[in-house]
């Protein structure tokens, strides 16, 4: 059904995870047109479906992905990138979906490779994984968010030093500067996504998004707004069978079966 990407799912029947893999990689996942489409759409459809509880997006071993297809959009005007509304028409779908979306990352996420692993809610790299914001180095710059995204998560000097000098980050310093949560050996990287994954799916769903719509929400409002935001929700989720359950559970000294709603 799908060209550029592969889908699958594991976990229990009830509770699964949808897994995206970046599949172009002989030109290392450079994401494209129909890439980009063909994402969002893969994850438009794990979104909706009640048996999976959290995504991942992983690439290849060498490449997440190396950024947007240099070959296509080479020859493009100013009338072209704008009038296609290049690059967010199909690159920002991802901000839609409200389960969770763990990015596990090996080797090369550049340009458009580290924006989109940015766009997903947290990144657990691959002791290989190199980051970077090399777009300078084409006479362009980031355009899917590198420039906000990276600042708001590595602070401004880390970030006008990647984006200025074009100079890839390792994962030891992307985990040291708050840009990936975890490191671990490469062959170690599904499993702690995927465990990762799992333990987002034995939650209850509604207050597992909930907690990615507040987290989202700092980066969108003021504190006083993100703190009310967050009371509201936090109070809303007090009619929830799951809180029932969760509370009752921890009293009687037994594991919750959340029913997600
Ligand atoms: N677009 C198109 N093709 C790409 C690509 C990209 N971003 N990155 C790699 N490829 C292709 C190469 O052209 C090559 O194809 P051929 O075999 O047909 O020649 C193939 O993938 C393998 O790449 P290399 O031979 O270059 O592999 P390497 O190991 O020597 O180098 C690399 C790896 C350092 C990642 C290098 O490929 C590279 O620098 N890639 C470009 C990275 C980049 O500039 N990304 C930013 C793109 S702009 C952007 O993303 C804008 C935005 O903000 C969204």
Same mark, same amino acid.
């Given at each position: 059904?799908?060209?550029?990407?592969?889908?699958?799912?594991?976990?229990?029947?009830?509770?699964?995870?949808?897994?995206?893999?970046?599949?172009?990689?002989?030109?290392?996942?450079?994401?494209? @047109?129909?890439?980009?489409?063909?994402?969002?759409?893969?994850? =438009?459809?794990?979104?909706?479906?009640?048996?999976?509880?959290?995504?991942?997006?992983?690439?290849?071993?060498?490449?997440?992905?190396? /950024?947007? $297809?240099?070959?296509?959009?080479? /020859?493009? !005007?100013?009338?072209?990138?704008?009038?296609? @509304?290049?690059?967010?028409?199909?690159?920002?779908? +991802?901000?839609?979906?409200?389960?969770?979306?763990?990015?596990?990352?090996? #080797?090369?996420?550049?340009?458009?490779?580290?924006?989109?692993?940015?766009?997903?809610?947290?990144?657990?790299?691959? $002791?290989?994984?190199?980051?970077?914001?090399?777009? +300078?180095?084409?006479?362009?710059?980031?355009?899917?968010?590198?420039?906000?995204?990276?600042?708001?998560?590595?602070?401004?000097?880390?970030?006008?030093?990647?984006?200025?000098? #074009?100079?890839?980050?390792?994962?030891?310093?992307?985990?040291?500067?708050?840009?990936? !949560?975890?490191?671990?050996?490469? $062959? =170690?990287?599904?499993?702690?996504?995927?465990?990762?994954?799992?333990?987002?799916?034995?939650? /209850?769903?509604?207050?597992?998004?909930?907690? =990615?719509? !507040?987290?989202?929400?700092?980066?969108?409002?003021?504190?006083?707004?993100?703190?009310?935001?967050?009371?509201?929700?936090?109070?809303?989720?007090?009619?929830?069978?799951?809180?029932?359950?969760?509370?009752?559970?921890?009293?009687?000294?037994?594991?919750?079966?959340?029913?997600?709603?």
């Amino acid at each position: 059904m799908y060209e550029t990407i592969l889908t699958r799912t594991e976990g229990p029947d009830s509770r699964r995870v949808g897994i995206i893999t970046l599949n172009r990689v002989k030109q290392l996942n450079a994401l494209n @047109d129909q890439l980009m489409d063909e994402l969002g759409s893969a994850l =438009k459809a794990f979104d909706a479906d009640a048996s999976i509880g959290c995504m991942i997006l992983t690439g290849s071993e060498k490449a997440f992905a190396a /950024g947007a $297809d240099i070959g296509a959009m080479a /020859g493009y !005007s100013f009338a072209d990138a704008y009038n296609q @509304d290049f690059i967010t028409r199909n690159w920002e779908q +991802i901000r839609s979906i409200r389960k969770p979306v763990i990015a596990a990352v090996s #080797g090369f996420a550049l340009g458009g490779g580290c924006e989109l692993a940015m766009m997903c809610d947290f990144i657990i790299a691959a $002791d290989n994984a190199k980051f970077g914001q090399p777009e +300078i180095k084409l006479g362009i710059i980031p355009g899917a968010g590198g420039t906000q995204r990276l600042p708001r998560a590595v602070g401004k000097a880390k970030a006008m030093d990647m984006a200025l000098t #074009g100079r890839m980050m390792d994962a030891v310093e992307a985990e040291r500067s708050g840009l990936v !949560s975890r490191v671990v050996p490469l $062959d =170690k990287l599904m499993d702690e996504a995927l465990g990762a994954a799992l333990m987002i799916c034995g939650h /209850g769903q509604t207050s597992v998004m909930a907690a =990615k719509e !507040s987290v989202n929400r700092a980066f969108e409002s003021g504190l006083s707004d993100g703190v009310m935001f967050e009371r509201r929700l936090f109070q809303s989720l007090f009619a929830t069978a799951d809180q029932k359950e969760g509370m009752d559970a921890f009293l009687n000294k037994r594991k919750p079966v959340f029913v997600h709603r």
